[in-house]
C-alpha cells in the first residue's frame, strides 16, 4: 500500500506542475486530460492517506486495548472498532476510485431521440422523453442547448437532438440509451385501449475535432429549404443542411437555425460524435469477450425500460428496478434510476475485477 501510494503522490505532484506551466492553456485539450487526471489523484491519494492513518490508529488502539484494565480498556476497544469501521469504509471506497475509469466521463454529451413504433403516439412519447430529461438537466444545473427539433402533426417530435454540458453528464446519461417502451391510452385512441409504443433514444459523448478528422472527400453536403410538421416551409432560404459520410452512410440533418454555416456547425457535430461512437463500440465489440463493463447487453435494439401510465410505474429491466412514480419521473426526477445504474455498472466492474 505504502509502494502505491508514494507511485500516486508522485504522479500527483508530476501532474500539479504541468499544470501550473503558464503555456498550459494553449493547449486546452491537454488542459482538460491533465484537470481531470488531478482530480482522480487527488481523491486517490486522500483516500490511501486516510487508509493509512486509519491502520496506524487501530494499531495503537489494539496495544492500549491490551495494556489496559477496566473503563479504559473499554474506551480502547471502543477506539479498536471505529478504527475497523473506517478501514473498512475506506477499502471500499479504494477499490471504487482504482476502477478503470470511463474514458468518456467530463465529455459534453449529445442526446438523440426518435419516435420509432406506434405511429403518432411514438411521437408524442418522443416528445414525453425530450422534456423529462432536459428537466432532469435543469434539476442537475447542466447546460443544455438544443441542436435539431423536428415537431410531429400532433405536438409530438419526429425526432430532437441537444447537447448537455455537466460534468457528470456522461456518467449519469450514457445507461439512458436504448429502446424506451410506454404503454398508455393514446390520444388518438376513441375506444380507451392501452397500447404499447416506443421511442428510441441514443447517447454520444461529443468528439473533438483533432479526435475525429474528417476528409472534405469523404463527405457529400447537401442544402434545402427547411419544413416544418405538415410539409409547409419554415423559411424561404436554402438554410437547412444535409451531410452524408459516404464511407459509412452515416447521414445528419439539421434545419432549426436560419444560418446555413449553423446548421452546417451543429450537423458537423453531431457527425463526429457519431463516428466517434461508432469507432467506441467497435472496439467494445472486438474486447466484449474479455471484459463484463456493459449495462445489459448494450444493444441499442433492447427495450432498456418501460413507462406504465395506468399504473404510475417505470421500470428498468437491466437492473430490475420498478418505481411507482412515473409522474414524478417524467417531471425530470430521474437520479433513482440513474443512481442504480451506476452502482450496477460498478458491481458488474468489481466482479470483473476480481475473477
Known amino acids: 500500500m505504502l509502494e502505491r501510494l508514494s507511485e500516486f503522490e508522485a504522479e500527483y505532484e508530476e501532474v ?11 493547449d486546452p485539450h491537454l488542459l482538460r486530460d491533465l484537470s481531470r487526471r488531478h482530480k482522480e489523484l487527488e481523491a486517490l491519494v486522500r ?22 484494565t477496566g473503563p479504559e480498556r473499554e474506551l480502547a476497544q471502543e477506539e479498536v472498532e471505529a478504527a475497523e469501521s473506517s478501514i473498512t469504509r475506506l477499502e471500499a471506497e479504494l477499490r471504487l476510485l482504482l476502477l478503470p475509469k470511463d474514458p468518456n466521463d467530463g465529455r459534453n454529451v449529445i442526446v438523440e431521440i426518435r419516435g420509432a413504433e406506434g405511429g403518432e403516439e411514438a411521437n408524442l412519447f418522443a416528445k414525453d422523453l425530450f422534456d423529462m430529461y432536459l428537466r432532469y438537466a435543469e434539476r442537475r444545473s447542466w447546460r443544455v442547448e438544443i441542436l435539431d427539433l423536428r415537431p410531429s402533426d400532433l405536438n409530438g417530435i419526429d425526432s430532437g437532438t441537444f447537447l448537455v454540458r455537466g460534468e457528470d453528464a456522461w456518467q449519469r446519461l450514457k445507461h439512458e440509451a436504448g429502446t424506451h417502451r410506454v404503454q398508455r391510452v393514446p390520444v388518438t385512441e376513441s375506444q380507451g385501449r392501452v397500447h404499447t409504443s416506443s421511442a428510441t433514444v441514443n447517447v454520444l459523448p461529443e468528439a473533438d475535432e483533432v479526435e475525429v ?21 419554415v423559411n424561404t432560404t436554402d438554410s437547412a443542411v444535409r451531410i452524408t459520410h459516404l464511407p459509412t ?107
Do not use: C, W
Open 16 to 26: 500539479l506542475a504541468r499544470l501550473s506551466r503558464p503555456d498550459i492553456g494553449s
Open 47 to 68: 483516500t490511501m492517506r486516510e487508509l493509512e492513518s486509519a491502520k496506524s490508529d487501530l494499531t495503537t488502539a489494539r496495544q492500549l486495548h491490551g495494556e489496559s
Open 213 to 233: 478528422e474528417l476528409d472534405p472527400n469523404d463527405l457529400r453536403i447537401d442544402v434545402y429549404r427547411s419544413t416544418g410538421p405538415g410539409g409547409q416551409s
Open 249 to 355: 452512410g452515416l447521414v445528419v440533418a439539421m434545419q432549426d437555425e436560419k444560418s446555413q454555416i449553423q446548421n452546417r456547425a451543429r450537423a458537423m457535430q453531431v457527425l463526429r460524435a457519431r463516428l466517434y461512437e461508432l469507432e467506441r463500440s467497435r472496439q467494445e465489440a472486438a474486447l466484449a469477450s474479455q471484459r463484463k463493463a456493459q449495462v445489459g447487453t448494450g444493444g441499442r435494439s433492447e427495450k432498456i425500460r418501460t413507462y406504465n401510465f395506468k399504473e404510475n410505474r417505470v421500470t428498468d429491466h437491466r437492473v430490475n428496478l420498478t418505481l411507482y412514480k412515473l409522474d414524478k419521473v417524467l417531471m425530470g426526477d430521474l437520479d433513482e434510476l440513474a443512481d442504480a445504474l451506476i452502482a450496477d455498472e460498478r458491481i458488474r466492474q468489481l466482479d470483473g475485477a476480481s475473477a
